[in-house]
Nanobody, 116 residues
Framework: QVQLVESGGGLVQPGGSLRLSCAAS????????MGWYRQAPGKQRELVAD???????NYADFVKGRFTISRDNAKNTVYLQMNSLTPDDTAVYYC??????????WGQGTQVTVSS
C-alpha cells in the first residue's frame, strides 16, 4: 500500500505563488509516474501536470508557462510550483501515483484558494 501526503496549499492573492509537495511512502515511487490533478466545486477532476519516472513532463494547456512539476526520487516527493495564480486556479489539488492499473493511488487533497 502506498500513502501520499500533500502539503503546501493555502490562500494566496491573485498573481501569487504556491509550491505543493506530495510525499509518498513505500519503494515504488522511483519507478512510478506521478501527477497533480485538481477539482473545483461543481467540476470534474482534471489533470494539471504529470511526470514520468524518467522525468518527462506534460502539462494541461491552462497551466503551461505558469506551473512546473518536478520530482526528487531520493526524497520520494513530487512538487508542483505554481506561479501567476488566478482565481480560476482555486480547487482541491490531488497527488496521484500510477504504475499500473493495480497500482494507482491518490492523496487526500490540499485546498488552494486564490482570492484577494
Amino acid at each position: 500500500q502506498v500513502q501520499l501526503v500533500e502539503s503546501g496549499g493555502g490562500l494566496v492573492q491573485p498573481g501569487g505563488s504556491l509550491r505543493l509537495s506530495c510525499a509518498a511512502s513505500g519503494s515504488i515511487f522511483s519507478i512510478a509516474a506521478m501527477g497533480w490533478y485538481r477539482q473545483a466545486p461543481g467540476k470534474q477532476r482534471e489533470l494539471v501536470a504529470d511526470i514520468t519516472r524518467g522525468g518527462s513532463t506534460n502539462y494541461a494547456d491552462f497551466v503551461k508557462g505558469r506551473f512546473t512539476i518536478s520530482r526528487d526520487n531520493a526524497k520520494n516527493t513530487v512538487y508542483l510550483q505554481m506561479n501567476s495564480l488566478t482565481p480560476d486556479d482555486t480547487a482541491v489539488y490531488y497527488c496521484n501515483l500510477f504504475y499500473n492499473r493495480a497500482t494507482n493511488f491518490w492523496g487526500q487533497g490540499t485546498q488552494v484558494t486564490v482570492s484577494s
